[in-house]
């Protein structure tokens, strides 16, 4: 029996070169060096790998010679018995060699080579780092997608699918919050379509107003129109954007209160919006009563005090105190006299245990939040001293009744006379009697009319304080107003001006009249305060510490620190 | 006529400058002047309640961001489209870098120092991981070409490879005559590639000791007598050859993956800088 | 011996066959004799499947073979049937040796000892001529052949290559390219290095070598052929080598020795001379007819109709009007005066000098690659700084010359019969002047080749144009008023010679006082300083030099040598001095020239002690960008690798910009102190591509540019002939899908040109014939080259020579 060798080699062009060999003998050896009949130039053989041979009954046997094995059928063996009617496949190193048989009897051995598994080395590619990282484009794909969906898919669908009645939250859209809301809308947080209603529609201010049901206008928008003026020619511009992109205004909430500002008060609108409109408003609004106003410091109308401005009228009037208005409250109270150290008040005080003199608090009590003062009450603050009892019975004393002018009328009238007592048994010069002793009254006679009437004369008991007035033909006096609040449209407390004496507002020391008002006025309250960017050791006061845009009888927002401290 | 206008024109590219300094640093300059005016715009107007996007300067400030950005981005494009019309890619390079610096101060300005965990504060870092990148590829670019150049040695890519087979195939056929010990060295060398290389190693300047430097050492210790077989002195030799090609092709790897890198962060990076802006814009406008 | 014919055409080529074909159709007796055992061996030896052009468009075919443009097996195919069918009667294996008797009477006598008898022989050899046969014992042997097709069939053989010419290395190379095919091959060279081959190439060949895939043998050539082995001569006696196949590729003998063997006169002793020919292509010996290559007509078309004529001319036919008439007729009828093209003919070789001895067919041939304009008075025929090679005949009028580009006033004119336009011929350079017609002028503009077949073939019209191109150059040089006459003396006495690059014109020290004007090529100007060569600076053709030792007598101060091939017109200093005197503003002008030289000098002078620094630095890179052809450039792409980032968007740029083929290699080229200097197109002053060119598809454009157009037959001419490398041969690709697609979902290869994989498995159809593609500097798209506009960094700059390679610049930038 014969062996042939048939070798296969492919080109680069793809060609195939078969190469057919008959090789001589019924064994042939198998290896890297150049003497073996089958010679394969592969490092990874023996010089001498391994033999084949002819066997009996017309198969092969494959022999290694070496201590190296090869593979027969994909099994590493090293020694093996192939018939080659069924054939089989060698693998040496990279080369294969089929064992089959040809159509004339020979043993055909197939010699192909296993091409190299890197063959791409030889790509330019193989030099840039493309091979080694994923690709730009898939990255780029991957990120904008989850971007996109994260940020914005998510978001948006949620609020489209959501069933506003009952009350869905919007997912996803946390990450849309510029900034965390403001203490007040706190328990709004991560619950944006409460004012974000209507997906690209700016907040309304009706959706502001479901929340602040009181809030009211801060005045009728046409006059706020009229008064906010035309504006510089960027604000135009920059309301025109604005409006553009349907943006409310001006004069909408957001306007002043902006929020996601971060987790802190909601701070007080700046100044800078009131003297928008104040600024110049008696030019943008002739018909108005107040002044232009911008700055405390330095642009602010003189205050206007409400005052009681003739006797008996109980109408308050507001006027300027530029205008030094005389208060008629209807009282006749010398501050100077009662606050003088010296004289009757300060005795009366030594003998009532009141200190030295008397001070503002003997007579003036704050209101129990300290704001105010409570209104001047004479049994509580005068009677002390201004007596009004008339008559000793034992040891008790009989009063006049305060406030009720026909209850003292009656009280006086039926007063008893002091009548002089009957004098017995007095002996007299002259015949009169036997023993001579007479029995007689001699006061002379009395009326109580003269009493009332002596009561409300000007230095009668009520006249020492009141004006004394005819009303309906009978005897009275002015009745007395007394204001708790002068000032109407400005806040002021008290309460914030503790560390202040009285005195240093208020010039009562001086005042002899009880017409002279005592409040102070702009300059006054200027050696203090003044506007928002007030130079160090003044008070910096924009408009809201006094004002308030939407008016109530609460303090203004501006103070609300202050008066939780 | 015909000739001399583009004539001059062609001369002018002679006495060239890099995209850094192109035109003496004219877009340099530019930047430069829009940073100070914008900064200057932001000191000077003080907007209530506080400077943020949400201020006609911020939105000012905003829409010129995007729109840089936008038209920054569109690099990618303007260098692989080769439209007619006497635009050169140098200038487009050097406004790009310049212009692209300058963000950094508009967007800053923008945010007005408002950041946070949300949308907006994302377009703004991954804005500033691009810029950051890019800032790598300039420095990149300005410094290692000369190195790839002086390496190569007039080799181009497709050569180093060649070369590299040539010295294998004929380290095959050196080394066939010799014992296994010796071949096993050679078969691990033969098999080591570049193409295994990772990215950190393709990066580390440092050479690397493979299966070819280890089969040198082993030839390095044969005995005396083993020494003087000439087959075992060509196979050291060609292992020598192929060791100093691989080492090339390393350092030009490692140049061409340092000019490379940036690149991957950059581009995908703009990408979701891009979706974000749009995410940014939209939620601002959606929530409104 | 069999009967005699009437008509015997040599060469089974186009025009062979068309006559014969011509000849079975009228019935005339024929036989058609060819050397091959197959029909047209020249296009039969085309690479398989090679598209075959049919080129000029604009000519009709006016034959009884079918032809047009397809695949060489194609061709071949409907050929072989037609000749057939037709009835053509052929003698294969029929080579002529030598043509005995006269008209009527021929006996051609064939290399197998047969005879042939004719009345009249028609040579339709061609060109090829017969490859230099193998000359030593045995050399007739079967296993001996002088080309191979296809590499890639031969396998286990022991191959010698005999031939060191690019064919014979690139068949060397192709034989062992695959070591699969387990070919021993070697290459015997008889000289001792590969002088006439590409570097390229050679480097390869040495490459291979060191690989072990080929052996080069030295010195060595074939002593005696045997069966199985090869007796060698070597240079240390002689050698026997195992040897199955032996190619011999020794060059071909041109067929002219045969051809004057034959009897037949030439026009002139050049290379590119032809056969003098009547109008019915009748030689100088009577009733020889040549046509086909041989006559000058190298497109497969022109050749078939030249059969067709022949034939019909020797048939008594004399009333036919050759084929290119209606192009001539089309080409002429614009002109003034309705005459018939023979008038023309007639008026231009009467009025015309360097046309005076012109045959009327070579006229027309020229009038095929040359247009004839009628100008307006006062319109330019061109103007200073135009490209331009071609050149102006004037048949009728005058033109005026504008010497002064200062003011127009000043003007010199040209009478009719004169040629304007030489100087662009002659040094490829720029316009020099403006030229416009001073009344209505008619002239002839010859395109560059066929100025130079005119020069090649009609001596004395040679001889004319030289004589007043060195004239007008010289006039146009020195300017200031100079008149003919003036310079008459000199240019009797002045002589072209032709120096090889690096040749020195000039020497430093040697004495003599010799002008040496550059007439084509360029100079390097180098001087010697502390044993260091420094680069002073580089001349274009058009400039002179020498004129400092004519005026101040001293030794030459500087080296002055070729960097390229080039040719100089050396002006004798003693006439040239008698010139000087009677022309003082010329003189003036000498020394203004010479200050300025003498600046450069002093500059480099003043830079000695420092000459490790940047003059040195210069003067070698200006060395290399001469080596690298910038000598001969006029428009060089370089890449400073100081910035390139090898992003290859220049060759993207290009490939995108120019149906998505690169026409430049980034990395590929040499390098010198990271200036780097791609394999691209120089756009060279007198480009070695246009040497040969078929359909003469090659030109210079409006900004200097040497351009392929598609009139391209893909013959791979301008390939071979390129120094640089810079052609490629290429189909165009399929169409790439858009960038945008691309980019958003990386559809398709992406920007620049796409790779084999690609575009193999999207070509449209193999039928996509392969042109020669190479940088046209972008021409017609503005902005101007692509690869500039595209660099990212600015690395890649172009530059024309002059502005780079002079040290003032240096100067300057100090």
């Known amino acids: ?565 | 006529m015909a000739g001399s206008p583009r004539q001059t024109g062609r001369q002018f590219d002679a006495d060239h400058e890099g995209f850094l300094r192109h035109r003496r640093f004219r877009w340099l300059k530019r930047a430069a002047l829009l940073c100070v005016v914008v900064t200057l715009v932001y000191a000077l107007s003080d907007p209530q309640p506080r400077p943020n996007g949400g201020t006609w300067l911020g939105y000012a400030l905003g829409t010129l961001g995007l729109i840089l950005i936008l038209w920054l981005a569109l690099l990618g494009v303007r260098k692989r489209t080769m439209t007619r019309g006497a635009w050169s890619l140098k200038a487009w390079t050097s406004a790009h870098v310049y212009l692209g610096l300058a963000l950094i101060v508009i967007a800053t300005l923008h945010s007005g120092f408002q950041f946070g965990w949300n949308v907006h504060t994302l377009a703004y870092a991954l804005m500033m991981l691009v810029i950051a990148s890019g800032i790598f590829g300039i420095v990149a670019y300005a410094t290692v070409p000369g190195a790839l150049s002086s390496n190569r040695e007039e080799m181009t890519e497709a050569q180093m490879v060649e070369a590299l087979g040539a010295v294998d195939r004929q380290l095959e056929h050196a080394a066939q005559p010799l014992e296994r010990r010796w071949i096993e060295q050679v078969m691990l060398a033969l098999d080591e590639s570049l193409a295994g290389d990772g990215l950190l190693r393709r990066l580390s300047a440092r050479p690397r000791a493979g299966a070819t430097m280890q089969a040198i050492a082993a030839f390095n210790s044969a005995s005396p007598d083993e020494a003087a077989d000439p087959a075992i002195v060509r196979v050291e030799a060609l292992l020598q050859r192929r060791q100093a090609q691989l080492s090339r092709m390393r350092r030009h790897m490692r140049f061409k993956a340092l000019l490379e890198i940036w690149l991957f962060v950059h581009v995908p990076t703009t990408f979701a800088l891009i979706a974000a802006l749009i995410a940014h814009v939209v939620s601002v406008f959606y929530y409104w | 011996m069999s009967e005699r014919v009437r008509i015997a055409i040599v060469g089974s080529g186009p025009s062979g066959l068309s006559a014969a074909a011509r000849a079975a159709q009228l019935g005339l007796s024929h036989v058609l004799l060819e050397r091959a055992t197959h029909l047209s061996d020249t296009i039969h030896k085309y690479q398989k499947g090679k598209h075959v052009m049919a080129t000029p468009s604009a000519l009709v075919l006016r034959s009884d073979m079918e032809f047009g443009a397809g695949k060489r097996e194609a061709v071949l195919d409907t050929w072989d049937q037609q000749a057939a069918a037709l009835g053509i009667h052929v003698m294969y294996g029929a080579e002529v040796q030598a043509i005995a008797g006269e008209k009527g009477s021929f006996i051609v006598a064939l290399k197998n000892g047969g005879q042939v008898a004719a009345e009249t022989v028609v040579l339709a050899i061609g060109t090829q001529g017969n490859p230099t046969l193998l000359r030593c014992p045995g050399g007739d042997m079967g296993h001996v052949q002088y080309q191979l097709d296809d590499p890639g069939e031969y396998v286990d053989e022991h191959i010698v290559v005999v031939g060191s010419g690019d064919a014979g290395i690139e068949n060397a190379l192709g034989l062992s390219a695959d070591p699969a095919q387990r070919n021993t091959v070697t290459i015997l060279n008889r000289s001792a290095d590969f002088a006439r081959s590409k570097p390229a190439n050679v480097a390869l060949l040495h490459e291979a070598a060191a690989a072990g895939r080929l052996t080069i043998r030295l010195e060595t050539s074939p002593a005696e052929v045997r069966k199985g082995e090869l007796l060698l001569d070597t240079r240390d006696g002689q050698e026997i080598i195992p040897c199955d196949r032996i190619i011999a590729r020794m060059g071909s003998a041109p067929p002219r020795n045969f051809i004057e063997a034959c009897g037949i006169a030439f026009t002139g002793p050049d290379r590119e001379a032809l056969p003098v020919l009547s109008p019915a292509f009748e030689t100088s010996r009577a009733g020889v007819h040549v046509i086909g290559a041989l006559a000058g007509y190298p497109l497969i078309k022109h050749c078939m109709n030249q059969g067709y004529d022949v034939v019909e001319f020797i048939n008594g036919n004399h009333s036919l009007k050759p084929a290119d008439e209606p192009i001539l007729a089309e080409r002429l009828a614009s002109l003034p005066g309705q005459r018939s093209v023979d008038q023309w003919l007639d008026l231009l070789r009467g009025n015309i000098d360097i046309f005076s001895d012109v045959s009327p067919l070579q006229l027309r041939e020229l009038l095929l690659d040359s247009t004839v304009r009628s100008f307006a008075p006062g319109e330019p025929l061109f103007v200073r700084n135009d490209t331009g090679s071609s050149l102006f005949a004037i048949a009728e009028g005058s033109v005026v010359v504008e010497i002064d580009k200062g003011d127009p006033a000043r003007i010199v004119t040209i009478g009719q019969g004169q040629i304007v336009g030489e100087v662009g011929l002659i040094s490829g350079r720029r316009r020099g002047a403006t030229v416009r017609a001073g009344g209505p002028v008619i002239a002839v503009e010859l395109s560059r080749t066929a100025a130079l077949r005119l020069i090649a073939t009609v001596p004395a019209a040679g001889r004319a144009i030289t004589r007043v191109s060195i004239e007008r150059q010289i006039l146009q040089m020195f300017g200031s008023g100079l008149t003919r006459e003036d310079i008459a003396e000199v240019i009797d006495s002045a002589e072209v010679t032709t120096v090889r690059a690096g040749e020195a014109v000039l020497t430093e020290g040697e004495t003599g006082n010799d002008i040496l004007v550059i007439r084509r090529g360029s100079m390097a100007v180098e001087k010697t300083i502390g044993g260091k060569t420094v680069f002073l600076s580089y001349l274009p053709a058009g400039s002179y030099v020498g004129e400092m030792a004519l005026l101040d007598g001293l030794p030459r101060s500087a080296t002055v040598r070729a960097a390229v091939r080039s040719e100089v017109i050396r002006l004798p200093g003693d006439a040239f001095a008698r010139l000087l005197e009677r022309k003082p503003d010329l003189q003036r002008k000498a020394m203004a020239d010479m200050a300025a030289r003498r600046d450069i000098n002093a500059f480099i002078e003043g830079r000695k002690e420092q000459f490790s620094s940047s003059v040195d630095m210069y003067s070698e890179t200006a060395q290399f960008l001469v080596d690298n052809g910038l000598g001969e450039a006029t428009d060089v792409l370089l890449i400073d690798e100081t910035l390139c980032i090898g992003c290859d968007n220049c060759e993207k740029a290009c490939a995108d910009s120019h149906d998505g083929l690169s026409r430049l290699d980034r990395e590929a080229g040499r390098t010198f102190a990271h200036l780097h200097v791609p394999t691209s197109c120089r756009h060279c002053e007198h480009p070695h591509c246009m040497a040969d060119c078929p359909p003469n598809a090659i030109h210079r454009g409006a900004d200097g540019e040497v351009v392929i157009d598609d009139t391209c037959i893909g013959c791979g001419n301008c390939q071979r002939n390129c120094p640089y490398g810079v052609i490629r041969m290429d189909a165009v690709p399929p169409k790439k899908p858009s960038l945008l697609s691309w980019m958003l979902f990386g559809s398709g290869p992406g920007p620049g040109e796409a790779p084999e994989k690609w575009r193999k498995a999207h070509a449209a159809s193999d039928e996509v014939p392969k042109k020669a593609i190479k940088c046209d500097m972008c021409s017609g798209i503005d902005g101007g080259p692509a690869c500039v506009r595209a660099c990212p960094t600015g690395a890649a700059i172009r530059i024309a020579p002059e502005t780079m390679l002079s040290v003032s610049r240096l100067a300057k930038e100090e």
């Open chain 1, 1 to 565: 029996m014969s062996f042939r060798l048939k070798t296969v080699e492919t080109t680069a062009q793809g060609r195939e070169i078969v190469r057919l060999r008959d090789l001589p003998g019924d064994s042939l050896t198998l290896g890297r060096s150049a003497d073996c009949t089958l010679h394969l130039p592969d490092l990874a053989l023996d010089p001498h790998h391994a033999t084949i041979a002819a066997a009996d009954g017309g198969g092969i046997a494959v022999t290694s010679a070496g201590t190296l094995a090869f593979a027969y059928d994909g099994k590493q063996v090293r020694s093996a018995a192939i018939d080659p009617e069924t054939g089989g496949e060698l693998r040496f190193g990279r080369h294969r060699v089929l064992v089959s048989r040809d159509h004339d009897g020979a043993v055909l051995l197939t010699v192909s080579q296993i091409a190299d598994a890197d063959a791409d080395v030889g790509e330019r590619s193989t030099f840039s780092l493309a091979a080694k990282l994923p690709g730009k484009r898939l990255m780029s794909w991957l990120l904008a997608m989850a971007v996109l969906i994260g940020f914005l898919a998510v978001p948006i669908t949620s609020s489209l699918t959501r069933d506003p009645s009952a009350d869905q939250r919007v997912t996803g859209d946390a990450a849309w919050s510029p900034g965390p809301l403001s203490l007040a809308h706190h328990q709004l947080e991560a619950k944006c379509e409460a004012c974000h209603v209507k997906p690209f529609e700016a907040v309304r201010d009706e959706t502001c107003l479901t929340c602040h049901k009181t809030t009211h206008d801060h005045a009728a928008p046409a006059r706020l129109a009229s008064a906010r003026g035309p504006g510089t020619a960027g604000d135009r511009l920059q309301w025109q954007i604005a409006h553009m992109f349907g943006k409310p205004g001006p004069g909408a909430c957001s306007d002043c209160h902006t929020e996601h500002e971060g987790a802190a008060r909601m701070p007080a609108p700046a100044q800078a919006f009131c003297a928008d409109c104040h600024g110049a408003i008696k030019d943008r609004l002739p018909d108005t009563a107040i002044g232009n106003a911008e700055d405390f410091g330095k642009l602010h109308p003189q205050f206007r005090a409400v005052l009681p401005l003739t006797l008996g009228n109980e109408k308050l009037t507001r006027v300027s105190l530029a205008a030094n208005p005389r208060e008629a409250s209807g009282l006749t109270f010398p501050h100077d006299l009662h606050l003088s150290t010296r004289g009757g008040a300060a005795q009366m005080a030594r003998r009532l245990g009141k200190g030295s003199a008397l001070d503002c608090a003997s007579c003036h009590r704050p209101t129990g939040d300290g704001i105010r003062f409570l209104p001047i009450n004479m049994e509580r603050d005068c009677e002390s001293c201004h007596s009004l009892a008339y008559d000793r019975v034992g040891s008790t004393f009989r009063r006049l009744r305060h406030g009720d002018v026909d209850q003292m009328i009656a009280d006086l009238s039926v007063a008893p006379q002091r009548a002089a007592p009957v004098v017995s048994g007095r002996r007299r010069p002259g015949e009169f009697s036997s023993g001579g002793t007479y029995f007689a009254r001699f006061a002379a006679p009395s009326s109580s009319i003269g009493a009332v009437g002596q009561a409300l004369s000007r230095d009668g008991i009520c006249g020492e304080c009141h004006s004394p007035a005819i009303s309906g033909g009978r005897f009275s006096v002015v009745p007395v107003t007394q204001v708790s609040r002068y000032f109407q449209h400005g806040w002021f407390t008290h309460a914030a001006h503790k560390q202040e004496k009285c005195a240093s507002c208020h010039k009562a020391g001086k005042s002899g009249s009880s017409a002279d008002v005592l409040i102070p006025d702009l300059g006054t309250c200027r050696t203090c305060h003044l506007g928002e960017d007030a130079p160090r050791g003044k008070v910096s006061s924009g408009c809201a510490m006094c004002h308030d845009y939407h008016s109530t009888v609460q303090a203004p927002r501006g103070l609300a620190p202050r008066r939780r401290q």
